[in-house]
């Protein structure tokens, strides 16, 4: 790596996410069936029809993860904790297994000196809620405030941080307006709703948390970089927009009660009723605030219904994502977000790395490569002023890539999806090695 610890503040977190679908296996330890099972199970929504079912069967191999992420060096781990493990009826009684899952899983991070991160929801829900509508629903802020209780009445003691919710724009729009992920609706009313109960539902988990004496709070939001795809008005303006609907909607709800004028002239005759009254809920204060970012777009107008915008390929080196290499924007948001909306609050980057066509028996330099560019980026942020406090890779190993199934690699360790065998990239070995230094 061309950074190392040592250029960075003390107590500054280095740490790794995964999330608990990607990852655990739900087919296991008594969690409930979620949307993800059936969206998976539905023909065309997942390449192959592939599930979570086992997915790298951490749910077993918890050990051996805990014993990687101490190899690594981490100071932190950032994962999430399955609604429809914890409930698996999503309300009503707890899984008792599930509960202690997550109590030893904090319990061996601690162990072995890592700090806990947790997100509540990173997007398997209870498929009994999604029968009752799931985000559509109002009352999901308060279905999810009761599974806040639940989980942090065991585990809210000794995590290092909690959010409520991983990346609110893909819970709300691309799940609910472009039908890529679970429930994969098309529909602009179930995504008005959506992204605006995905917010109610952050400020009342925060309450919930907050009630129960939880430390540490914040939100976990996911940015592009926007290009305008030329030089017209009209492309500009289609960029504009989708920064709105991508970039502003949900901070400019949680740091400035508001939404963007220009995305409300679309969504506002959809929105649920008294949308205007929920902000001082929404507001909730926080410790701090995160950011995921892997990737720029080019954004050009499309004749048609509003928003009218589409993607178009870049120029740039891609990953295996087809996602341009664009460490700039990482630099960029950090500053941005900072000087336009948190104010000086602690920022981390909860998730930033890219998928590569990796085997087992090849050096991942590409990788290596990709994470220098982007800590480079976030260190000139810092350089800058940007309060950085930690830098999160995604991911620790190979996992589900949800209706990408398991082809997309962007795993520190590899995962063999026959043998479940976890062999540390070339890319763990010189983090470890940057970590040590
Ligand atoms: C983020 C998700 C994470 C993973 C990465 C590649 O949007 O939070 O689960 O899918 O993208």
Redesign the pocket.
């Known amino acids: 790596m061309t950074f190392k610890r040592s250029e960075f503040p003390k107590g500054f977190q280095f740490a790794a996410?995964t999330?608990s679908y990607?990852i655990e296996g739900h087919g296991h330890g008594g969690a409930g069936p979620t949307h993800w099972d059936t969206f998976a199970a539905t023909p065309g929504n997942v390449v192959r029809a592939e599930n979570g079912a086992i997915a790298c069967d951490h749910y077993h191999r918890m050990d051996e993860d805990l014993d990687l992420m101490q190899g690594l060096g981490l100071d932190a781990y950032r994962f999430s904790t399955s609604w429809a493990r914890v409930l698996p009826e999503g309300r009503g009684t707890p899984n008792a297994d599930g509960l202690d899952f997550y109590d030893r899983l904090v319990d061996g991070l601690l162990k072995r000196g890592i700090n806990p991160m947790a997100t509540l929801y990173?997007?398997e829900l209870p498929a009994a809620l999604a029968d009752l509508g799931g985000w559509r629903n109002p009352d999901i802020s308060h279905w999810l405030a009761d599974f806040a209780t639940v989980i942090m009445r065991r585990i809210g003691d000794r995590v290092y941080s909690a959010a409520p919710i991983?990346?609110p724009w893909?819970v709300a729009w691309l799940s609910h307006f472009m039908g890529h992920h679970a429930p994969g609706l098309r529909d602009i009313r179930a995504a008005a709703h959506a992204m605006h109960h995905v917010l109610t539902g952050h400020g009342r988990a925060v309450q919930a948390m907050r009630a129960l004496g939880v430390k540490n709070l914040g939100a976990v939001c996911?940015f592009e970089y926007v290009h305008p795809a030329d030089d017209t008005a009209e492309a500009a303006a289609a960029a504009r927009l989708y920064d709105g609907i991508y970039n502003r909607f949900f901070l400019g709800g949680l740091f400035k009660g508001a939404y963007p004028p220009e995305v409300m002239e679309g969504l506002a005759p959809h929105m649920p009723k008294g949308w205007q009254d929920d902000f001082d809920l929404i507001g909730q204060p926080l410790d701090w605030c995160g950011l995921?970012y892997?990737t720029c777009k080019r954004i050009a107008p499309v004749k048609g219904a509003w928003p009218g915008h589409g993607e178009v390929p870049g120029p740039l080196p891609k990953t295996q994502?087809g996602w341009e290499i664009y460490p700039e924007g990482l630099e960029y948001f950090l500053k941005w977000v900072d000087t336009e909306y948190t104010k000086g609050l602690p920022l981390y980057v909860t998730?930033s790395?890219m998928?590569n066509a990796d085997r087992a028996d090849q050096p991942d330099q590409a990788r290596i490569d990709y994470l220098n560019a982007h800590v480079a980026a976030a260190q000139r942020a810092m350089a800058a002023g940007a309060p950085l406090k930690g830098y999160t890779f995604?991911?620790l190993m190979d996992n589900y890539?949800?209706a990408l199934g398991y082809e997309?690699r962007?795993g520190l360790i590899h995962v063999d999806f026959e043998t479940l065998k976890r062999t540390p990239k070339a890319s763990y070995h010189a983090l470890a090695a940057a970590l040590a230094s």
Request: glycine content about 4%; some cysteine; charged content about 20%.
């Open positions: 996410a999330s990607q990173h997007w991983n990346e893909c996911n995921n892997y994502m998730e790395g998928a995604w991911s890539e949800w997309k962007f």
